[in-house]
């Protein structure tokens, strides 16, 4: 069935150095994705979104990859600070958009 | 200030009782959901309401049951059938018209029930 993976359960960064986050998903015909943040004890706000007619979309300090051809995405966090300890979870509206699918999370520990 | 509010944030309760999870949303959303998420795990679907007087059943139904008589209000009761009841549960909202992907989420109510 359809699924929303990702790669590594826990990620420990140095403080300063850049993050990358990865995510895999098995409906080829998915053309939409978020990236939420959950600190501990609150709820995931979103951070970034990207469609599949895109290969590449940048905010704040972050960067969402999309790789239609293996069906992967990834997070990349730049000058990853303590404030960005937390689980990242990618996540795919399915049909009609209103039932959203998500992934395990990966949990990101920044080293001071 | 705009929001969601989930009441309360800690809850404790025994086997076999009934319990009520409040939702609360200022945001003039038409969508809204309820979630589950237990420990290393991702967030599972319960309920979701795309509009007043109007729900669906999620991923996870079972032992639970919703009502959406008011559009700002989406409570969850936790029924005594839910074998497994204790877990974090986020309520969350969404406009819920076209292109209106992003879900806007509560703080969570961790309910545990001995």
């Known amino acids: 069935g359809e699924s929303v993976g990702l790669h590594l359960p826990t990620l420990s960064v140095q403080e300063g150095d850049n993050s990358i986050i990865n995510c895999a998903y098995s409906?080829?015909?998915?053309?939409?994705f978020i990236w939420y943040k959950q600190e501990s004890g609150k709820g995931p706000q979103f951070i970034i979104d990207?469609?599949?007619?895109?290969d590449k979309r940048q905010g704040q300090r972050v960067t969402v990859l999309l790789n239609k051809t293996v069906k992967h995405l990834s997070l990349q966090i730049a000058a990853t600070q303590p404030g960005d300890s937390a689980v990242y979870f990618c996540?795919?509206?399915?049909?009609?958009?209103?039932?959203?699918?998500f992934g395990t999370g990966t949990k990101l520990q920044v080293i001071p | 200030d705009g929001g969601i509010t989930q009441s309360p944030k800690y809850l404790f309760r025994k086997e076999g009782q009934n319990v009520t999870l409040s939702c609360e949303q200022n945001?003039?959303?038409?969508?809204m959901y309820w979630y589950r998420q237990d420990p290393g795990q991702g967030l599972r679907l319960i309920y979701y309401s795309q509009i007043v007087n109007d729900f669906q059943k999620g991923d996870i139904a079972e032992g639970y049951s919703v009502s959406r008589e008011k559009k700002e209000s989406f409570p969850l009761t936790v029924t005594s059938a839910q074998k497994n009841p204790t877990a974090f549960y986020l309520c969350a909202s969404s406009t819920g018209g076209p292109g209106s992907y992003e879900q806007y989420f509560g703080p969570g109510t961790r309910l545990t029930v001995t």
């Open positions: 990207i469609r599949s007619n895109m």
């Open positions: 996540a795919e509206p399915g049909w009609g958009y209103q039932k959203v699918t």
């Open positions: 409906n080829s015909a998915s053309d939409y």
């Open positions: 945001l003039n959303h038409d969508a």
